[in-house]
């Protein structure tokens, strides 16, 4: 039954429903800078809109509380992050050349991506203690396992080696790494972003042990 309403349902309500959809995904873009700058703890729909050109009743109206738009505008940011190695992984040709451009990468993120970066680690902890978006969260952390997994296993192949430890455990390695960094960056430490790219580097070559 359900199937045949939304078959013949009336093209001017699905329009409505897209329209809906499309400036939700618009306002949280929009928002997503004061998301980070803020932080969960210290985020409520009206503080947002006080640091956004959108009204409180504006947000209200299309999200129900602070969750449903911070978790909308992290699954949007996530949705072109998860993507960030695709390339260097696809141009690939040689293991020492992968380690590098990864390695590049990651410190290039750090330093553009920082409150980005900030919200979702912000965001990760908080689902320990609030179950109302933990599925979400869960579901973007294995879709980041699966984008740093598809550089190690990559890596493996050009060095003619098996990765020795399983996809969950390389991204708890390299995340891990990536986050001590981020902290350090934050802090003002200059010497952060050069020690992460030694780190990923020296991360990569345990993960796949080379002759």
């Known amino acids: 039954m359900t199937e045949v309403s939304e078959r013949h349902r009336d093209p001017a309500s699905r329009r409505q429903v897209d329209k809906f959809t499309e400036r939700r995904?618009?306002?949280?873009?929009?928002?997503?800078?004061?998301?980070?700058?803020?932080?969960y703890a210290r985020t409520s729909?009206?503080?947002?809109?006080?640091?956004?050109p959108f009204s409180h009743g504006v947000l209200h109206y299309y999200f129900s509380d602070?969750?449903?738009?911070i978790t909308q505008a992290v699954r949007q940011y996530?949705?072109?992050?998860?993507?960030?190695?695709?390339?260097?992984?696809?141009?690939?040709t040689s293991?020492?050349?992968l380690e590098r451009d990864f390695?590049?990468?990651?410190?290039?993120?750090?330093?553009?991506?920082?409150?980005?970066?900030r919200l979702w680690y912000d965001l990760r902890n908080q689902s320990l203690f609030e179950d109302s978006f933990r599925t979400d969260v869960i579901d973007i952390d294995a879709r980041r396992e699966a984008m740093i997994w598809s550089v190690v296993s990559r890596y493996g192949?050009?060095?003619?080696?098996?990765?020795?430890?399983?996809?969950?455990?390389?991204?708890?390695v390299l995340d891990g790494l990536f986050q001590q960094a981020l902290l350090r960056h934050l802090a003002g430490d200059a010497t952060a972003t050069g020690a992460l790219r030694d780190a990923a580097i020296d991360a990569l070559r345990m993960l796949v042990p080379r002759a």
């Open 25 to 39: 995904a618009e306002l949280a873009t929009a928002t997503l800078q004061t998301l980070a700058e803020l932080g």
């Open 95 to 97: 293991a020492d050349g």
């Open 157 to 172: 192949e050009l060095a003619g080696t098996d990765p020795v430890l399983p996809p969950a455990a390389a991204y708890a």
């Open 45 to 52: 729909l009206r503080e947002i809109a006080q640091n956004s």
């Open 103 to 117: 390695a590049a990468a990651m410190v290039a993120t750090l330093s553009s991506d920082a409150p980005m970066h």
């Open 66 to 69: 602070k969750v449903d738009l």
């Open 78 to 92: 996530e949705e072109v992050c998860v993507t960030r190695y695709d390339e260097l992984v696809a141009a690939a």
